[in-house]
């Protein structure tokens, strides 16, 4: 599948907002903006320490990648500390499976390292895309599962860079 990608721009928040909705496996951007424990990921894109890359078939999006510091009160569910970013990465259904969401990955890798010491991120147990992180270097965290807001086991990984 022919493909590109880009970083994200301060203006690409509804790119994010869209995203999110399917990293969240939820049913509309609204329902995640509901959610203030989803909703974190996405709120004041472009804040400092957000990095991020969008890929587009044609001129859609069709996935997305992207890093937030979580600072003060607000964490995420895959938060480690201060100091190292948290990943949050969709496909669209449509495209999944075809390495779109590899290249996005490898990227965001490739450009965490020249900043941050470690990357980490929150997956459900049964979701496919854990092979892809465990290729790409991410490990289990030890101790992390928990039983997440739909009922089922996530677990935090992390990929360090040192």
């Known amino acids: 599948m022919d493909f590109t990608y880009q970083p994200l721009t301060l203006e690409d928040d509804l790119i994010v907002w869209e995203m999110l909705r399917y990293a969240a496996h939820e049913s509309s951007v609204k329902s995640v903006q509901q959610q203030p424990s989803l909703a974190l990921y996405a709120l004041d894109w472009g804040r400092e320490g957000d990095i991020g890359y969008v890929a587009f078939g044609d001129l859609s999006p069709i996935g997305a990648a992207w890093l937030r510091l979580w600072l003060g009160e607000d964490k995420g569910f895959g938060y480690v500390n201060d100091k190292i970013p948290e990943l ?18 490898k990227q965001i890798l490739s450009t965490a390292k020249t900043n941050y010491p470690a990357i980490s991120l929150s997956v459900r147990a049964n979701n496919p895309v854990l092979g892809l992180y465990e ?28």
Not at 88 to 105: E, N
Not at 135 to 141: D, E, P, Q
């Open 88 to 105: 949050a990465i969709a496909v669209l259904p449509d495209f999944r499976g075809q390495g779109v969401g590899t290249k996005l990955l």
């Open 135 to 162: 290729r790409t270097g991410f490990i289990k965290i030890p101790g992390s599962e928990v039983v997440n807001r739909v009922g089922e086991v996530s677990f935090n990984m992390m990929c360090e860079f040192i």
